[in-house]
């Protein structure tokens, strides 16, 4: 049976998602929203246990692309805090303030390491590695064995699960370009001198309430004004006649309905998109789709009573020691997290495969090893400890693997014959976008439904502002 004949049916209420519903709604186009999941935001969410708020990872909200500034402005406002960022590095049972501060590394890697990575940048410089295939090989390229060894191998390959030779050095190419050696070392001893590394930002905007508050406010105006956002809808099918989606199957409620469409902005993750197509594609297109790869995300959120546990809004663990990769504090993003005076909350990011150990153990194991390594690491008093709660997030991270270019190319190709589907966000690009790219394609495919052309593809693939060397990605964050 049909429900219903929306003008733009949007698949996915995350920021892309739930940017174009409102870019349609200020051109006065009607749409709908369908979202798989009980809340919105994607990754941006804000999870509410108990009172405490926290983040899937800390968002800063922070982007060179003014059309997304205004966005976030019109939705909040006055709810943006002003935050300065204070983060740190965790090696060798030592903190390394990060942004990198002369002095403070000379102490931490001691005067015959400082010398040694001196040298290996030097020699990777006389003799770098071409072609430059690898991520490994564009860190040894770019800054020397030593400091690769000590301040990208380990933490990467913990986000990522697979050794910096076996990810594509495409991956540094978008999220860290322009970073260096030279410039790290000129930040590090003229912090004040003007010529700032643009990948390393020192303040940033954050909602009061964490990164859903945006979201949330987004989905309450679109359901205002009669665009619905559906939660706890999946869309499960979407039936084409080999030129257009006709209509998409959409399970609810424990039933299953049929939407017919006119356009699809779909922002679901491409290997899903190209399995849940009816009649199938080519057994080489689900193929590359099935291929494509995709790394898990849990936070542990643990509640401590205790305040002000440290001064950083997030630490970096490159650490073998343990097994947690970031840690975040939150009532250092925003007090308003935190719901009575003289408690923390602290989220430890681990990064894992579904279905591997780390993503199948109990949520009270997981709970237990959090306080652990909180306690190894001595950012608090694991007997002060006075809950957690778990929360998975599924393809959280697009991987960026030796021959997945070649694997997307080969999906984009067939995909371009849809005259009607429009992929955009970080799944639905398969592209490790931030969260102001992943809105700004939304922007432009709306451009596009209105009668522009533009690339939604190429965005940040030339745009001036990339994220940080050491951040996993979820950035304007």
Known sequence: MS?????????????????????LH????????????????????????????????????????????????????????HNSRISRIYFNQKYFDYPLK??????????????????????????????????????????GRVLHEIFFKTYTEKIWGI?????????????IRGLSFYGAVKSALFPGSGNKIKTLIDSFHYPRLGPGQMWEAVEARLNAAGNPVLRNAEAV????????????????????????????????????????????????????????????????????????????????????SVQVCRIQNYANWSPDLVPEPGRSCLGLEY???????????????????????????????????????????????????????????????????FRNLHPVGRNGLHKYNNQDHSMYTAMLTVRNLLGEKHDVWAVNSDCQYQEEMVNDGRSSH
Request: net charge neutral; glycine share 8%; charged share 25%.
């Open 237 to 320: 099918l979407l039936k084409h006649n080999g030129d257009r989606i006709l209509s998409v199957a959409v399970a609810t409620g424990g039933e299953r309905r049929s939407m017919e469409v006119q356009e699809v902005i779909c922002s679901m993750p491409l290997r899903e998109l190209v399995e849940r197509l009816v009649p199938p594609p080519p057994p080489g297109i689900i193929e590359a789709a099935r291929a494509l790869r995709y790394r898990d995300f849990l936070t542990v959120a643990l509640m401590i009573d205790q305040a002000s546990l440290f001064r950083d809004n997030w630490i970096y663990i490159h650490d073998h």
């Open 102 to 143: 002369a002095a403070n590394v000379l102490r931490g890697l001691g005067l015959s390491t400082s010398i040694a990575a001196f040298l290996s940048y030097f020699r990777a410089h006389l003799q770098p590695r071409s072609p430059e295939v690898s991520l490994e090989d564009y860190f040894v390229n770019r800054f």
């Open 351 to 417: 990064f894992c495969f579904e279905g591997d150990a780390l993503w199948a153990a109990d949520d009270r194991d997981l709970v237990d090893l959090a306080r652990k390594e909180i306690g190894h690491l001595g950012l608090a008093n694991s007997q002060k400890v006075l809950g957690g709660v778990v929360v998975r997030m599924k393809k959280a991270y697009p991987v960026y693997d030796p021959g997945y270019q070649t694997r997307l190319k080969v999906i984009r190709d067939y995909l371009v014959r």
């Open 3 to 23: 429900d219903g004949f929306p003008s733009i049916l949007i698949i996915g209420a995350g920021p892309a998602g739930l940017t174009a519903a409102m870019e």
């Open 163 to 175: 050794p910096c030779s076996g990810i594509s050095a495409d991956w540094a190419a978008q999220r």
């Open 26 to 81: 200020k051109a006065g186009v009607h749409s709908t929203v369908l979202e798989k999941d009980a809340v919105v935001g994607g990754l941006s969410r804000t999870v509410n246990h108990e009172g405490y708020r926290f983040d899937i990872g800390g968002h800063r909200f922070f982007t060179k692309v003014e059309e997304v500034n205004r966005f976030w402005d019109d939705v909040l406002g006055a709810e943006f805090r």
